[in-house]
């Protein structure tokens, strides 16, 4: 069993730039949650994605944006970057149930460290 | 506002101790209620989930109980071992994400 992967693990942007965070997901999971963990926090639910659509999102600005793949596998965008946008970003997968909403055992990467300039 | 706190925050005991960390949630119409582990710099790792109709769940040394009532769960390490030093996470879910708490810092002396 695979279990969650990210890339890449740390990277440095400079204010204004864009970058994007990829993530695949445990095999057998439909669902993967993006989290933003800035130092001494708990991590912060950016948003979900189930089945390719977007299933909730948590009180991020639009320039954060997100992608699920067919395979499930998923990225997310962050444009027009701040300097309070430095921080660990993790991807969670679990296995999604739409109909009653819930969402599974969470299980997490390694997560993306973004330093921004 | 759905919270979830942490006490203590940070902890520091001798090898072989038996400890309890504490969650409290303010909301009680959960579905789940998981138990992570966070290395400093690394992901989550998950240690126990308790799900909605549930009262505990066990895992080797560990054991987690729920209480939805009084909004609270706890965590015990038995035995505690330098290897249990890391942050402790909860989180517990309402429909689609899950809330975290700021962590429990525990470090386990030889």
């Known amino acids: 069993e695979t279990g969650v992967t990210q890339s890449p693990t740390h990277l440095i942007k400079t204010r204004g730039q864009q970058v994007t965070l990829r993530c695949s997901s445990q095999?057998?999971?439909?669902?993967v949650s993006w989290y933003q963990q800035a130092l001494g926090q708990g991590p912060q639910f950016i948003f979900q994605?189930?089945?390719?659509?977007?299933?909730g999102r948590g009180n991020f600005p639009p320039r954060f944006s997100g992608l699920q793949f067919p395979n499930y596998s998923s990225e997310l965008n962050v444009n027009a970057l701040e300097l309070d946008d430095s921080a660990l970003y993790l991807c969670?997968?679990?296995?999604?149930?739409?109909?009653?909403?819930?969402?599974?055992?969470?299980?997490f990467g390694e997560g993306s460290r973004l330093t921004v300039l | 506002k759905q919270e979830v706190t942490q006490i203590p925050a940070a902890l520091s005991v001798p090898e072989g101790e038996n400890l309890v960390l504490n969650c409290s949630f303010t909301?009680?119409?959960?579905?789940?209620l998981q138990w992570f582990r966070q290395d400093p710099g690394k992901g989550l790792t998950s240690l126990l989930l308790?799900?909605?109709?549930?009262r505990e769940q066990t895992s080797g040394r560990l054991n987690a109980s729920l209480d939805k009532s009084s909004g609270r769960s706890t965590l015990y390490i038995a035995a505690s071992q330098p290897g249990d030093s890391a942050t402790y996470l909860c989180?517990?879910?309402?429909?689609?994400?899950?809330?975290f708490g700021t962590g429990t810092r525990l470090k386990v002396l030889a």
């Open positions: 969670a997968s679990s296995l999604g149930i739409r109909t009653s909403g819930t969402s599974g055992e969470l299980f």
């Open positions: 095999s057998g999971h439909n669902t």
């Open positions: 994605y189930y089945r390719e659509e977007e299933n």
């Open positions: 909301d009680s119409a959960i579905y789940n």
């Open positions: 308790i799900q909605s109709s549930q």
């Open positions: 989180a517990r879910t309402g429909t689609y994400k899950y809330i």
